[in-house]
C-alpha cells in the first residue's frame, strides 16, 4: 500500500460524457501527478501540481482538466470523452522539496480504470 | 519531446536465468529511475541512479546509469518466478516549473518455473 488512493476503481461511462477522478496524496506530500496508461501509448505524464498550483504539463488534452485543493487531494476533469480516452488513470504523489529534487520518490495509487463505450 | 526505448518489450525466461533490459534516449536526464509494475496496481519504485556511471545492487538486480545519462540497463541474476511483471524506465526532467517523468514502453517480463 502506498498510501495513495484513488476512486473510484472502475468507471464505465459514455462517449461525450464527463468523469471526475479523484485523488488523495500521502499524508504530508505536497505534490500530485497524475498520469495516462493505454495499451498503446504506455505510461504518460499528464499534469503535475505542488501546493494547490499548476507546476508542469505533459500531454494533456484540452479537454482533460484537474486541480489541487487546500486539503491537497486532487480531482482530474475529463470531459466529452472519446472512445480512445479509455485507459488506467494513475494518481502519484511525492514530498517534492527542491533539494531532493533529484531522488525525488514518486508514490502511484492504485488507479482508476476507464471505460468509454 | 524526450523519449525513452525500452527494450526487449516481451521476455520470457525460465527460473534461473539471467537477464538485462535496456533503456536508451537521445537526451540528457536529470536522472533516471526503474519501477516494477504488478497487474492491477500503480508502478513502484526500484531505484534511482544519478550520477553517469554509476551503479546500483539491490539483491539480485542490478541497474547501471550510462556515462552519458542517456541510458540505463537493468540486469536480473538467477530470476525467479517472483520477479515476473512490468519493468519501466522513466527519465526525470527537473527544472524550475516542476517534476517531470518520462516513462519508457516497458519491459513484460515472464519467468516461468
Known amino acids: 500500500d502506498s498510501g495513495v488512493t484513488q476512486t473510484p476503481k472502475h468507471l464505465i461511462t459514455a462517449t461525450g460524457q464527463r468523469v471526475t477522478l479523484r485523488c488523495s496524496p500521502r499524508s504530508g506530500d505536497l505534490s500530485v501527478y497524475w498520469y495516462q496508461q493505454s495499451l498503446d501509448q504506455g505510461l504518460q505524464f499528464l499534469i503535475h501540481?505542488?501546493?494547490?498550483?499548476?507546476?508542469a504539463k505533459g500531454n494533456i488534452l484540452e479537454r482533460f482538466s484537474a486541480q489541487q485543493f487546500p486539503d491537497l487531494h486532487s480531482e482530474l476533469n475529463l470531459s466529452s470523452l472519446e472512445l480512445g480516452d479509455s485507459a488506467l488513470y494513475f494518481c502519484?504523489?511525492?514530498?517534492?522539496?527542491?533539494?531532493?529534487?533529484?531522488?525525488?520518490?514518486?508514490?502511484f495509487g492504485p488507479g482508476t480504470r476507464l471505460t468509454v463505450l | 519531446t524526450q523519449l525513452l526505448e525500452q527494450s526487449p518489450q516481451f521476455l520470457s525466461i525460465q527460473e534461473g536465468e539471467n537477464l538485462t533490459v535496456y533503456c536508451n534516449s537521445s537526451?540528457?536526464?536529470?536522472?533516471l529511475q526503474w519501477y516494477r509494475q504488478e497487474p492491477g496496481e500503480g508502478p513502484v519504485l526500484l531505484v534511482t541512479v544519478v550520477t553517469g556511471g554509476e551503479v546500483k545492487k539491490l539483491k539480485r538486480l542490478t541497474f547501471q546509469f550510462g556515462d552519458a545519462r542517456k541510458d540505463s540497463s537493468l540486469h536480473i541474476t538467477a530470476a525467479q518466478p517472483g520477479d515476473t511483471g512490468l519493468y519501466l524506465c522513466a527519465g526525470l526532467s527537473l527544472d524550475n516549473a516542476g517534476n517531470m517523468l518520462t516513462f519508457g514502453g516497458g519491459t513484460r517480463l515472464m519467468v516461468k518455473p
Open positions: 537526451s540528457v536526464f536529470s536522472s
Open positions: 501540481y505542488y501546493n494547490g498550483e499548476e507546476r
Open positions: 502519484a504523489s511525492s514530498v517534492d522539496y527542491w533539494w531532493e529534487g533529484l531522488t525525488d520518490t514518486q508514490y
